[in-house]
C-alpha cells in the first residue's frame, strides 16, 4: 500500500484561509468515506481533527473543515492562527481493510 | 477518559526482536468495535501504520512489514502488545499506540515510545 500524496509544505497569513490535498486512488480514499486528519507540533503525538471526511472531534475549531472528491480528500484552514502552524497528515482506511497515511504537510504561518 | 501509554526498550541491536506494550484506559477491548492500532514515525518523517487488533480478536497488518509483525491483546490487563522481529536501524522510530474512533480513524493517542535500533 502506498502512502497518499501530500504538498510537502504549504503557507499562508493570518487570517487566511489555506487548503492541503491528500491524493490516493480508488482503493484507499476512493473507495470509502473513511478519511482522517491529524495534526501534530513538534515532539508531540498527532491529534485528530477530522474522521469520515467531513466531521470534527469534540472539541476541533470550526476553522477546520475538509471534503472529498473522487481519490483526493481535502483540508481547509480558515482564519489561520499562529497556532496552527504545525505538520498535517490524511490517513485512509483502504479496501485491503488496512490503514494508510499520507507523507504529511508542514504549514507555516507567516 | 482514555489514555494509552506505551512502554518499551529506547534501544535494540539489530535482528533483535523488539516488543512494545501498550497499556490502556477509559473502554475495553472486551467491548464490540474497540481496536487499538501502532503507528510509527521515523525521525523527521511520516506517520507509518503497523497494525491493529479488534476486540474480536481479528488483526490487521501492514503489508509490507505482515511477516515481521505480532498485535496481541490481554484484556484482562488491558494491554495490546507488538512484536517486530529482525529489528533493522530503518525501524528506528517513535512508535505510538492509538484507539480506534468511529470505525475508521485515530481518537486517542500515546506520548510514543522512541526506538534506536543500533550495535
Known amino acids: 500500500q502506498s502512502a497518499l500524496t501530500q504538498p510537502a509544505s504549504v503557507s499562508g497569513s493570518p487570517g487566511q484561509s489555506i487548503t492541503i490535498s491528500c491524493t490516493g486512488t480508488s482503493s484507499d480514499i476512493g473507495a470509502y468515506n473513511f478519511v482522517s486528519w491529524y495534526q501534530q507540533h513538534p515532539g508531540k503525538a498527532p491529534k485528530l481533527i477530522i474522521y469520515?471526511?467531513?466531521n470534527r472531534p469534540s472539541g476541533v475549531s470550526d476553522r477546520f473543515s475538509a471534503s472529498k472528491s473522487d481519490n483526493t480528500a481535502s483540508l481547509t484552514i480558515s482564519g489561520l492562527q499562529a497556532e496552527d502552524e504545525s505538520d498535517y497528515y490524511c490517513?485512509?482506511?483502504?479496501?485491503?481493510?488496512?490503514?494508510?497515511f499520507g507523507g504529511g504537510t508542514k504549514l507555516t504561518v507567516l | 477518559q482514555t489514555t494509552l501509554r506505551e512502554s518499551g526498550p529506547t534501544l535494540v541491536k539489530p535482528t533483535q526482536t523488539l516488543t512494545l506494550t501498550c497499556l490502556f484506559s477509559?473502554?475495553?477491548?472486551?467491548?464490540?468495535?474497540?481496536?487499538v492500532a501502532w503507528i510509527r514515525q521515523p525521525p523527521g518523517k511520516a506517520l507509518e501504520w503497523l497494525a491493529l487488533?479488534?476486540?474480536?480478536?481479528?488483526?490487521r497488518y501492514s503489508s509490507s512489514l505482515r511477516n515481521r509483525l505480532t498485535i496481541t491483546k490481554d484484556t484482562s490487563k488491558n494491554q495490546v502488545v507488538l512484536t517486530l522481529t529482525n529489528m533493522d536501524p530503518v525501524d528506528t522510530g517513535t512508535y505510538y499506540c492509538a484507539h480506534l474512533y468511529s470505525r475508521s480513524s485515530f481518537g486517542f493517542w500515546g506520548q510514543g515510545n522512541l526506538v534506536s535500533v543500533s550495535s
Open positions: 469520515d471526511v467531513t
Open positions: 487488533i479488534y476486540w474480536d480478536d481479528d488483526k
Open positions: 477509559g473502554f475495553s477491548l472486551n467491548t464490540r468495535g474497540e481496536g
Open positions: 490517513g485512509s482506511f483502504t479496501l485491503s481493510k488496512t490503514w494508510v
